[in-house]
């Protein structure tokens, strides 16, 4: 059967991609290793061509695992196919053979001729191996050794790095900021956010331990990392308003929106439940008013809806509503606007409009809230943490129809 690429590139486009760096990485191999053999006149020349135009073959004919199997056996193990064999093991690693990478750079670190940075590359390949597969005891202890043996800095810093995620992946917080302090200050600066989120989760398991004073303490340093920080004037607010402080708290959550505004519905009912303890409301309706100018979002319509219910009634809170809505149209809007017409519109509308309501609301309740702005992942439930992609402070409250 002719060899047909085209189809080649339509069934298998994901596998193509990776075998293009893996023909160049084998082909550079192949090269080096034939030269090698040929500059030592005295052994006898083995047949690199035959296994190498046979795994070509397979890999033309769409025979992944042949065609690897036989550019393996096609390179010696020598300093100059040492590239091409940790190729070779990474995409074993990204395919989800992480067994085989393994047995890979075991062998190769088994070679006693290997030079010091030869070694050295090949063991953070291995934790990189055992992290894959979830053996974080295993990558734990080989980064430390790693890093003991006072490596070159490229390598120190990808191996803290590496320790750092492995600690996060434990949920050892602690452990991960002490790994921290051995990067330089200009590189803890590149993870300045994961950092204060650590301490954003230290500071959670003290407040439910109640310990406040040791969750403040948290909090400070998580400033240090990253002054402006939604998730840490949030959690200061809450504590503020533990404490009863409410004109403290009322700072920490205006601070929010000229952070990033999208989270100002975050800070509505918060700011609700503050206002009332203060008797304050008149300053409450500005602020919101501000908001809608600044940063407008449906929350702060419907918390300003209910102030001027409260004042004007709910006819007024309705019309205010509808103008909006014009603006700036949402499901949560809309339902709001319902049901401010279920409470003064007339007898022979409210049931027709209870049962609308109903539908509106359910499908209120199936829209998600959150989105994760690095990969796309949502949800009813704000995670500092993206379930998906693992990324800090990437999920936000959606904007829109379907959102605010």
């Not at 033309?60 to 590239?83: C, G, H, Q, V, Y």
């Not at 708290?249 to 000229?258: D, G, R, V």
């Not at 049901?339 to 609301?361: M, P, Q, W």
Request: charged share 25%; glycine share 4%.
């Amino acid at each position: 059967m002719p060899f047909n690429l085209d189809r080649v590139l339509e069934n298998s486009l994901g596998n193509y991609l990776l075998i293009v760096p893996l023909m160049l990485a084998i082909a550079i191999g192949w090269f080096l290793g034939r030269r090698d053999k040929r500059q030592r006149s005295n052994q006898p020349q083995i047949n690199l061509s035959t296994e190498y135009f046979t795994g070509l073959d397979y890999l033309l004919n769409e025979k992944m695992d042949e065609a690897i199997e036989s550019f393996i056996r096609a390179l010696e193990i020598n300093s100059d196919t040492i590239p091409a064999h940790l190729s070779l093991a990474k995409l074993f690693r990204r395919k989800g053979d992480v067994d085989r990478a393994i047995q890979i750079h075991q062998q190769l670190l088994a070679r006693p001729d290997l030079s010091r940075a030869d070694f050295m590359r090949i063991q953070m390949a291995l934790a990189r191996d055992y992290y894959a597969v979830g053996l974080l005891d295993r990558a734990e202890n080989l980064l430390l050794e790693i890093i003991k043996s006072t490596p070159p800095k490229e390598t120190r810093h990808n191996a803290l790095c590496l320790l750092i995620k492995l600690y996060e992946k434990e949920g050892e917080w602690e452990q991960a900021l002490n790994a921290a302090q051995d990067l330089s200050v200009e590189e803890r600066k590149l993870i300045a956010t994961e950092l204060a989120h650590y301490c954003c989760e230290l500071a959670e398991q003290a407040i439910a331990e109640k310990k406040v004073t040791i969750s403040a303490s948290y909090l400070k340093r998580a400033e240090q990392f990253e002054g402006n920080n939604v998730r840490i004037r949030l959690m200061l607010a809450r504590m503020a308003m533990s404490s009863s402080n409410w004109k403290q708290a009322i700072k920490h959550l205006k601070s929010i929106p000229k952070i990033d505004r999208l989270f100002v519905s975050e800070t509505i009912p918060l700011l609700s439940e503050c206002y009332e303890q203060t008797k304050d409301p008149r300053e409450y309706t500005e602020y919101l008013r501000t908001c809608l100018a600044k940063a407008p979002s449906t929350t702060v319509i419907v918390a300003l809806a209910e102030q001027i219910r409260a004042d004007r009634g709910a006819y007024a809170a309705g019309s205010f509503v509808t103008e909006e809505l014009k603006r700036r149209p949402s499901i949560k809007g809309f339902n709001s606007l319902i049901d401010l017409h279920i409470e003064y519109g007339a007898d022979n509308e409210k049931d027709s409009l209870k049962v609308f309501r109903g539908l509106t609301g359910q499908l209120e309740l199936s829209k998600p809230i959150y989105r994760c702005n690095s990969c796309g992942f949502s949800g009813r439930t704000l995670s500092w943490q993206c379930p998906s992609c693992k990324s800090w402070g990437t999920t936000k409250p959606i904007q829109g129809l379907e959102g605010e």
